[in-house]
């Protein structure tokens, strides 16, 4: 079985732009981690950076993580936040530029004494909203740029980007998988990559298997978070709720390519209990593992080389039926 993960904000409180009181209590960074380990099922957990409260002692938090049975698999730098709302590393004031890297910097030491596997990176900020509000290339060269200093400043870490095609801006500068794998190969660094987010693919028009194996092609798929939407909004909903089939081909991609790695939550239940909606995501995910090793390779095979659509369904929909 797959080892599961969640991002921690999926324990965290949510707000929209109509609940800005939010949809729950505050919560700290170790209760949140606290909910997290009453799933049962997770092993790691991405934390955002700085933690709540921000003076949160380290060996507290190294001691909750322990206390859970989890590990921190990543730090997800804040640089979407209001002081970075004309943007990260496309800031046009240099000094806030300056304040996004040195705030990844800082996120980077301190996964490497958590001994996490990536620092994610996701400048939702980082785009634009207007026709004519912005010189493309200048955005372009510092996005690279920015991403290009800190993997250089870190060899020994790597960073994960994460694509969106749009919210908070109404354009991002990272917005597909095509357009991010550009972006890396410009930097030409090794270690940077990317986190593929099943909805955020979804949302951006794309296969998430076809999204994937275009990522895999090229070695860079750091890591993944799998949650749901409508494509016309990123709902992080729960897992398999409304793309079933396109998400067990995504995970049967995976494994056709040889990933190995962390099957992680994005999920956002505003009003649904956390850790049952963690749970119903790996129930899913779970039922996906099962439908995997029952699938038959070799009629699948034989029926794409055909490119033979109603065949390749009906092998798919059975073992996915089966295992439920």
């Known amino acids: 079985?797959?080892?599961?993960?969640?991002?921690?904000?999926?324990?965290?409180?949510?707000?929209?732009?109509?609940?800005?009181?939010?949809?729950?209590?505050?919560?700290?960074?170790?209760?949140?981690?606290?909910?997290?380990?009453?799933?049962?099922?997770?092993?790691?957990?991405?934390?955002?950076?700085?933690?709540?409260?921000?003076?949160?002692?380290?060996?507290?938090?190294?001691?909750?993580?322990?206390?859970?049975?989890?590990?921190?698999?990543?730090?997800?730098?804040?640089?979407?936040?209001?002081?970075?709302?004309r943007g990260a590393f496309t800031n046009p004031d240099p000094a806030i530029r300056r304040a996004a890297i040195e705030l990844v910097s800082d996120a980077a030491d301190l996964s490497r004494r958590l001994g996490c596997d990536y620092v994610k990176l996701w400048p939702g900020q980082d785009g634009w909203d207007y026709p004519f509000q912005a010189d493309y290339k200048t955005l372009w060269q510092l996005s690279v740029e920015a991403i290009r200093e800190l993997a250089q400043r870190h060899p020994d870490q790597r960073f994960a980007i994460e694509y969106k095609p749009r919210e908070p801006r109404n354009r991002m500068t990272f917005s597909s998988a095509a357009r991010t794998l550009l972006a890396i190969e410009k930097m030409n660094v090794p270690n940077v990559?990317?986190?593929?987010?099943?909805?955020?693919?979804?949302?951006?028009?794309?296969?998430?298997?076809?999204?994937?194996?275009?990522?895999?092609?090229?070695?860079?798929?750091?890591?993944?978070?799998?949650?749901?939407?409508?494509?016309?909004?990123?709902?992080?909903?729960?897992?398999?709720?409304?793309?079933?089939?396109?998400?067990?081909?995504?995970?049967?991609?995976?494994?056709?390519?040889?990933?190995n790695g962390i099957w992680q939550l994005d999920q956002f239940p505003f009003r649904e209990d956390a850790v049952e909606a963690a749970r119903a995501g790996i129930d899913v995910m779970r039922t996906i593992w099962r439908a995997l090793n029952l699938l038959d390779i070799d009629a699948l095979t034989e029926a794409q080389t055909r490119q033979d659509a109603l065949t390749a369904q009906r092998i798919a929909r059975k073992a996915l039926l089966t295992a439920q």
Do not use: C
């Open 1 to 85: 079985e797959p080892l599961f993960g969640a991002g921690l904000w999926h324990f965290g409180q949510f707000r929209d732009r109509y609940a800005t009181d939010g949809y729950g209590p505050p919560v700290s960074t170790l209760q949140a981690i606290d909910r997290a380990g009453q799933v049962g099922s997770l092993s790691v957990v991405d934390i955002n950076y700085p933690f709540n409260p921000a003076d949160l002692d380290v060996d507290q938090l190294e001691e909750r993580l322990k206390a859970n049975g989890l590990r921190a698999i990543a730090l997800t730098p804040e640089i979407y936040t209001r002081t970075f709302s």
């Open 193 to 259: 990559g990317i986190l593929l987010d099943f909805g955020h693919s979804l949302y951006g028009l794309e296969s998430p298997a076809d999204a994937a194996q275009l990522i895999l092609d090229h070695d860079r798929l750091f890591a993944i978070d799998v949650n749901d939407n409508y494509r016309g909004w990123d709902d992080d909903m729960v897992v398999g709720s409304i793309h079933l089939v396109e998400t067990f081909e995504f995970f049967h991609t995976l494994r056709q390519a040889g990933w």
